[in-house]
């Protein structure tokens, strides 16, 4: 379910019941327990049970970059309103007379914009996937199974659809994000206490070193090479960040660059496998949940190429989507793809047998979904005692190069 961000609020996990008697759970934030059931209540839902969130607490929680963020719309807020969406849809309200209450309580203020336009457009007597089609913050998977419902006069329940898949896609990120936070944090902090020992600690024990004469250990002196280095470079400490992040971006904008980085992150000693089932995961619902619409086959190859966010995955699924043109089934052309287990081929293959394709998708994609949980737990419990056991060796390593030259002098006077 779908996650809502304000300042100063806390995040409730709450279970709800929708029109249809079905039991749903998920998470919110909001000032104080009764905002939740007013904001649920809006949504079309009836409120069974709300309470406060134990998760997303100290080091566990989602890892964010001040100032890299801004007035963006995010996959959140695209989930919470197309669950909205729908329930006023189903409730029988107008596009127009939806969209306009959307716009006035959506809390992103770009998506408030984007849906105040949308809804200009509507009244204009344009088709609703043809404006959405007009922002880039609606991705073409979304774009398409709109259009589909549009056709099918299932609006509704494809926007649900599209909330389900959403929410799903935050509820990875999030994991991945969790686990991620540990080390990050423990580097971040590695970094920082190595360069407040290299400017101010080591400079001090410089004068002591000179006055004991002879030659220093190698280990000191590299110690002591580095603190030059920092103290005269310090300015580069400040600006780097941002340079290499910069770097990094332009660097994903580049297709081939960026092939070879996707390429780089699924072989990782560590981290590989985990971002390999998620790209699967990703894989997997994108396309069950297109098929399941009512997208065509090949519409819905190219539209899950572009949207798996994995060069090596995206130009196996164009592979096959060139393959189906030619008459060829979507299972044997992944064959050939190293990156696609021999698990999946055979679900596709028996879906496409059986003619249930999109309902074999989704239960590949809900077994990666677990297989990713499970990867996570066990990630987060390895690498907090080995951040730590880094930690520690760093700031220990400094001490002991820093201690050297005494231990040769205590030794020269016994």
Known sequence: MATLSADKTTTYEYTVRDRAGKTLKGQLDAPDDKAVAAKLREMGYAPVSITESKEGKGLQRELTIPGMGGNRVTLKDLAVFSRQFATMIGSGLSLVRSLNILAEQTESRRLAEIVGEVRTQIEQGRALSDALADHEEFPRLYVAMVRAGETAGLLDQVLLRIADTLEKDVELRRRIKSALTYPVVVLVLALILT???????????????????????????????????VTSFWWLLLIAPFVLWKAFTWARKQPAIRYRLDALKLKLPVFGNLFHKLALARFARNLGTLLKAGVPILSALEITADAVNNGVISEAVTDVQHAVKEGESVATPLQSHAVFPPMVVQMIAVGEETGQMDAMLMKIADFYDDEVSAATESLTAMLEPLMIAVLGGVVGAMVIALYMPMFQVFDLIE
């Open 195 to 229: 360069t407040v020992m290299l400017i101010f600690i080591v400079p001090v024990f410089v004068g002591m070193f000179e006055e004991l004469g002879g030659e220093l250990p190698l280990p000191t002196r590299v110690l002591l090479f580095l603190s030059n280095v």
